[in-house]
């Protein structure tokens, strides 16, 4: 399967136009090859957008669901994206990401779970739970987005879940270059999967973001990666090549779960 990471500026706090944007990238992806797109964290409304996350969120199945759904189908792809999300229910906000099929159905959808900063904690509720992994393309697909996935923790339920590829749309700002360096890479390797991680470009109100968007193998290697600019780059991705890294690496073999209390527990758990 051919996995498309869209980085892009965007257009912060302008919802339309970033809709019109993927019409184009879609299209894009589709035509090369791409089964699945995906987008950057909060990539609808924008990241560091201040109080205009309260205007612009959107409930799951809102009008840009619809519109992004549109698209899907048109084009024949999946299409993962970032966006705030209004709850139904009680109008809690969260930082979420929504995978829509490329019959317009919906495949999957996930809250982030560890919040970054005061900022993030002033616009968004923490998610509750990690998300089971979707099947989509003879793959298993899990959800994190951006702070999750520097976590161990994270990653290794994710994969403890079944999924075989890990998505992350990210919203990473300069200088943190650590991250798709050598985080994203150790998150691979060490839970032998793959891990594709969508960051900004650009400027938003005075963040400047890295960039850096990479599609990293169960072995760690780097199968697609992209600079500090605006760029679609697409990498192959497929559970044979994921059954064989965990055949050559026996981490999840040799884990001894029951030393691992202290990952559970503030406690000070010694020998």
Known sequence: MKLALWQTGGFPAEVAANLAA??????????????????????????NIGAA???????????SAQHIAGIARRNGIAIAYGYAEREIHSGRIYN???VIGPDGAVLSHYRKTHLFGPDERAAYQPGPCFEP????GGLRFGLLICYDVEYPEAVRSVALLGADVVLVPTALAAPHAEVPDFIVPARSIENQLFVAYCNHAGVANGMRFLGGS???????????????????????????????ALQSYSYRRDRRPDLYGLLTSNSDVRC
């Open 214 to 244: 990479c599609l990293t193998g169960p072995d760690g290697s780097a199968l697609a990666a992209a600079g500090t600019g605006e760029a679609l780059i697409m990498g192959e991705i497929s559970k044979q090549v994921r059954e064989e």
């Open 96 to 98: 979420s990401v929504q």
């Open 133 to 136: 992994p979707f099947e989509f």
């Open 22 to 47: 993927l019409a184009t990238t879609a299209q894009a992806a589709a035509a090369a090859g791409a089964e699945l797109l995906l987008c950057p964290e909060c990539w609808l409304c924008g990241y």
């Open 53 to 63: 996350v309260a205007t612009l969120a959107e409930q799951p199945n809102g009008p």
